[in-house]
């Protein structure tokens, strides 16, 4: 049996981000498995899309695509007010209008824990954030949750979700596949300070340049410190940085940019790209320093090429003793990356978990009392 999927995205996905990069895996799964993919997205009538040339699927710019014959939606990218709403009113429409079955992708932004950082600045944009993410779990057949933690996290947050027959499937972040440079005690000295465009990891970036940066740099004044990444341009209208920063933006290959470094700094507890930014450093071969939820939530464990931390001064002593004892710690370094990579592949492998949530979806279409959930 041939499925139809309708996937919908307020905003033009892109292999630049966790998300985008997520989404168009799976989109490629699906097409492998034999089924239709179309791809809904109103803001690529603005612009030539380079998905446009994409042979597997077919990249729909006008409304009308909403009133053609599907079996599945999928809904990506929902995280912000107004791309949930969006989300919210289009599978609205197509469960009235098409019948059809509906999957949703969480991206770990989701209710109180993530989003508290509104209730401090726009307790409107809070509650309707929530009540958004709320409606759309209410409209979905199956959510999609990047690891295993993040679905117990959902299923604590709406323990009714599984007796209402809504499925709770992982579908992970897939690192990227590419031919590593060993670390070595070489490398430039460099730190990189990975991040996005979302507000909380710019938070915890800006918080490492004010709050950390100036010790290390005092302790070792050759050691400079790059800010990249796609939305980090920003820092460059930031008045003051301190000296060595330097911002070097979007780049076309993250993993390839902090393979030059000794060392990323991601401190941001947030959602969404900093996460894609920890396995970019694995398959970097770049040791990287974050808070001990994230290694967690990412089921790594701390080592000589992952180290914890939380505050200011615990970052920036962890950063200077790397540094100083790099030159002798650079095979145990590289061991424990290339062993947390294994491992985190081995637990999520990405193939294995698009099969069974097509095979899943392909049951419910065609016996809609089946539930599968992992």
Known sequence: MVLRFLFISATLPTAK??????????????VEAGHKVTLFCPSASKNHSPLDEHTSWRVAKSASSLESQYDILWAMDNWGLDALNWSVRVIGHAR???????????NCDFLRRAKAHLAKTDLQRYAGTIRAEQQLWELSDMICCVNT????????????LAERGKALMVLPLALDKMRPIPFHNQRAPVV??????HHLNYDGMRWFCEKVWSHIAHALPKISLRIVGRGTEVFQQVPNLPQGIEVIGTTHDLSS??????????????????KTAVLDSLTARTPVITHPQSIHNLGLEAGPGILPASR???YAARIVNFIASARDNAQSINEHLCDAEAK???ANNFQ?????IIKALEQKVECPSVINST
């Open 17 to 30: 981000t966790g998300c985008g990069k997520r989404t168009l895996g799976v989109m490629s799964q699906i």
């Open 192 to 197: 990189y300070l990975p991040g996005s465009s």
């Open 344 to 346: 985190y592949e081995a």
């Open 352 to 356: 294995q978990h698009c099969r069974a």
């Open 149 to 160: 933690e993040v679905a117990r996290q959902i299923s604590r947050a709406d323990p009714s």
């Open 96 to 106: 009235v209008h098409l019948g059809i079955k509906v999957v949703v992708e969480d």
């Open 257 to 274: 940019e902090i393979a030059k470094g000794l060392l990323c700094a991601i401190p941001a507890l947030a959602p969404g790209g900093l």
């Open 312 to 314: 200011p001064a615990e």
